[in-house]
Every structure is written in C-alpha cells, then in structure tokens.
C-alpha cells in the first residue's frame, strides 16, 4: 500500500522552485531570491494561466493548506492549546487565527445560506406542527398578535375617552380607530423604551412575504456583522474576570477567536450532517451544538488553570454575558434590516 501511495505521489506534478535574479519591477532594486529585500515585493510572475493565480491567491489569503489540519485538531482535542502556542511564539505550524476565523465564518454561512434558503411554500410561510399535530403558520401567528395589540390598545384608548365625555356632560369626542391605534402604540413604545416595536415586526412580516430569500441572506449578513463586534466584547469580558492573573488584552482576544472558531467548525459540521437529509444524522447535527458550552469551560480551566469550582462560577456569569451581547446583537440586526 505505501508503495502504490508513493508511486502515485511520483507523478504527481512538482511545484516550481522560483529562483528570480535580476531587478525589482517596482523599484529596480538588485534582487536574488523571491522577495525583493528593498520594497518586500514577490517576484513571481503573473503572465501565467489565469487558474494558477486564482489558486494562489485564494491560497494566500485563506490558508488552505496542512496548516488548517495542524490547527483544527488541536483546536478540538485541546481547549486552549493554540493560545498558549500562540503567546510562546510557535505560530508558524498553525493557521493566523484570525485568517481561520474568517474561512470558517466564510464557509459557516455559506452552508447555513445554502441549506435554510426557503424554497418550498410551507418554508415560506414557516409552518411547522404542533404538539397536537396541527400546522400553524407563524406569519400568519405574528399577524395576528400584532392586530390583537392594536385592538387592545385601541379599546383602552376608547374606554378611557368614554369615561372622560362621562365625567364632563356629554362632551361629544370624535376620534378614528385606526388613528388611536397608532398614537397610543408610539406613546407606548416610546414609554417603555423597546428597541423593536409592533411596527418594525409588521416591517419584518412584510419583507419576509416579498422574498424571504433575500431576507435571509440580509439575516445572516447581519448576523456576521454582529459576531465581529461581539468578538472583542467577549474577549473584554474575560479580561474583566481574569483581571487580577495578569493576563494581556491579546490573550483573552486569541480565547475568542479560537472559540468562535471552534463554534463555526461544529455549524459546519452540522450543515454538512443536514444535508445528507438521514434523521438520525439530523438530530446528531442539534446535538453538536451542546458541546459548544463544554468547550468553553474547558478552555477557561485550562488555559487559566484555577480550580474547578472558581472556573465554574466564572463559566457561568461569562455564559450569561454572552448570552446577553448575543441576544443584543440580534436584536439590534434586527432593528438594522427596518431601518
């Protein structure tokens, strides 16, 4: 077997050793090698087949090579490993982590784009079926309760009107439903401070019946956006816990690279799962997702190395601010698509 595999290793094509001596292009500096040592420029040359350059430039720029395998296995099996690598020094092995974050968030979202696209007239609609087996459409549920607030609303506003022309002799008020409605849904939005209102729910509603495609591809865009901001607030937050161990910014900011890259791989992995359309791979792919808290304790064990109990406490009340960031986050995307 190792012989077939080197023999067919053998005629694999070999990767051209470029030796360049000459002058730079750029700035006509003597260059013997592959850089030019004055300006940094490379001297390989462009006037090639167009899918050589393609290959390597996508290459470059994302690092596909043994690199990424070098740097998921550690990144699974390790909790922490890559950091501690990272501030010792030893960064040559492995994928720059914010190269891999971007790759995987890359590719994440293109498969979660890919496989939630909504096709078929019931993904349209999101029905999906109730305990007692019968389906309900969630727009159309939304709908509903949107016009049951207004109706409240406006039936509070109309008892409070009568009770006024009541007390004051038959004062006549005239005064339209549908105007009532409104006022009294700003003066309560307003009041109570929210960052979505009924309004911005019918908006949603309505860009969702014209294409909902295009919705969930803004969703997601928004989505990206939202983990990048989150990234640095999570590291900030770690920081603030481990703010007496003495640990730099640049630590706690390689913790949330690294575990956001690990969150990405498993939405990868399950997409992956979900596409083979087999039911017991399909509840494999909602189970992976629980691995995604463990991952972070153990990482906050053994890359802090405090015992049990303190990295449980800690754990907790930074799993609880994450999960704020991340609720904020959406909401806020959300806010952003209406705007």
């Known amino acids: 077997m190792k012989q077939r595999i080197k023999k067919y290793l053998r005629k694999l094509p070999k990767r051209r050793v470029q030796h360049f001596e000459g002058f730079c292009p750029n700035c006509e500096f003597p260059v013997n090698g592959k850089f030019c040592s004055n300006c940094g420029q490379s001297t390989k040359s462009f006037q090639r087949p167009f899918w050589t350059v393609v290959s390597e430039s ?56 890919y496989n939630h696209k909504p096709e078929s007239a019931a993904a349209k609609e999101l029905t999906v079926e109730t305990d007692d087996g019968k389906k309900l459409d969630m727009v159309s549920f939304l709908e509903e309760m949107v016009d049951e ?50 309004s911005d729910v019918k908006k949603l509603i309505e860009m969702w019946k014209l294409n909902p495609s295009l919705m969930m591809d803004t ?9 990048l901001v989150i990234l640095p607030l999570f590291a900030l937050a770690l920081a603030l816990m481990y703010v007496r161990r003495k640990h730099y910014m640049l630590e706690h900011l390689l913790i949330s690279l690294n575990f956001h890259a690990y969150i990405f791989v498993l939405v990868i992995i399950s997409e992956l799962l979900l596409m083979v359309n087999l039911e017991f791979l399909s509840t494999l792919a909602l189970y992976l997702y629980f691995l995604i808290p463990i991952q972070l304790f153990l990482t906050m064990k053994f890359y802090y190395k405090q015992s049990w109990v303190k990295t449980f406490f800690k754990f907790v009340f930074v799993s609880f601010i994450y999960n704020i960031l991340l609720f904020t986050g959406i909401i806020m995307s959300l806010v952003a698509m209406v705007a």
């Open 58 to 113: 996508v290459g470059d720029a994302l690092s596909v090579d043994n690199r990424l395998i070098h740097t998921l296995v550690p990144l699974f099996l390790k909790p922490g490993y890559l950091t501690r690598e990272f501030m010792r020094g030893r960064r040559a092995r492995y994928t720059p982590p914010f190269r891999l974050y971007l790759f995987l968030t890359f590719f994440a979202f293109l498969l979660l784009a």
């Open 149 to 198: 607030e207004e109706y409240d609303a406006d039936s509070l506003k109309l008892d409070s009107l009568a009770e006024f022309k009541k007390k004051n002799g038959g004062v006549a008020i005239h005064i339209g439903k549908k105007n009532v409605a409104k006022d009294s849904l700003k003066a309560k939005k307003e009041k109570d401070g929210g960052l979505i209102g009924d």
């Open 219 to 227: 969703a997601f865009k928004k989505l990206s956006q939202t983990l």
